[in-house]
């Protein structure tokens, strides 16, 4: 068995063309384009790649950026201030302040300031517990996890009765994600570092998410035959035939687990770009709330 490969990057296209058409929808009929604002504190490479592809992606289907940029050594009430005016602006609609944050600001304290109406991170207190209750609905989901609720959604792969394996309990990725296959019914099981016999606890499952940090952990040996296998792993493993001496992989050894999986993500270019897109769609959603349409 060949595992048929779930690509990020082709339903991550499609979805862009129906936010584009959305957001041209709310223009015809308010006037008014949704808007995301970006906070980005100190002068970190990555959360300014981060950023910039943030602001690209808004740009390709017509969302309004707002960009704060604030010094390493910025106070935590500037931090506050800054985003509390942005949750003042009505034509923001999205807040979203890149993480992490430097040593001596309050990530906490921070993300909680965050209107609730504006979390489109979905990290709000309020809706993370939400998120965690039966018949709540939080108003926005963290995007990793909600793309990789889609990404099986857009391949028709059932959720309900189905044994489901999270490898991982981030507050990021592992826990919302667990919460978000338990509200479709899914058997759900959590896996971390003291979890006794990894690999057979794997086996079981008929979904699995492997949301761990470790470059190729999960062994084609550890999945169940047929399985759907959500890799959201991305780590950088020397390769001194690659042009900049390392290559990217995920936490699941691809070329082992496409011989046995019945779906199966690549890594990069299958999660990855899924990210992204849950993050216009929130901004999109809740410019459609504020407006009411």
Request: charged share 20%.
């Amino acid at each position: 068995m060949t595992a048929q490969i779930i690509d990020g990057k082709a339903i991550a296209a499609a979805i862009r063309g129906e936010i584009a058409q959305d957001v041209q929808d709310l223009l015809t009929k308010t006037g008014k384009a949704p808007g995301l604002a970006t906070v980005l504190v100190g002068e970190r490479p990555d959360s300014a790649t981060y950023v910039r592809m943030k602001k690209k992606a808004c740009a390709e289907v017509g969302i309004q950026s707002f960009s704060v940029e604030l010094p390493g050594d910025v106070s935590q009430e500037q931090l506050l201030q800054a985003v509390q005016a942005l949750n003042a602006n009505p034509d923001v609609h999205g807040i979203l302040v890149q993480l992490p944050l430097p040593g001596h600001i309050d990530e906490e304290e921070i993300l909680g300031a965050i209107s609730l109406e504006k979390d489109v991170d979905g990290f709000h207190p309020l809706n993370i517990g939400r998120l965690s209750m039966k018949r709540r609905d939080p108003l926005f989901v963290p995007c990793t996890p909600r793309g990789c609720i889609e990404l099986l959604d857009r391949m028709h792969i059932p959720i309900e009765g189905k044994q489901a394996v999270v490898l991982g309990r981030s507050n990021i990725v592992g826990l919302p994600v667990a919460m978000l296959l338990l509200h479709r019914n899914a058997t759900l099981t959590i896996c971390h570092s003291r979890t006794k016999n990894l690999p057979d606890v794997v086996r079981s499952a008929d979904i699995l998410i492997a949301a761990v940090g470790r470059a190729e952990m999960v062994k084609g040996s550890w999945i169940k035959p047929g399985a759907a296998v959500i890799d959201v792993g991305t780590n950088a493993v020397d390769d001194p035939s690659a042009a900049k001496g390392y290559r990217l992989v995920g936490d699941v050894d691809f070329a082992e687990a496409k011989e046995v999986a019945g779906y199966i993500t690549p890594s990069p270019g299958g999660v990855g770009p899924m990210t992204i897109i849950m993050l216009l769609r929130n901004t999109v959603d809740s410019a459609r709330r504020a407006y009411g349409v």
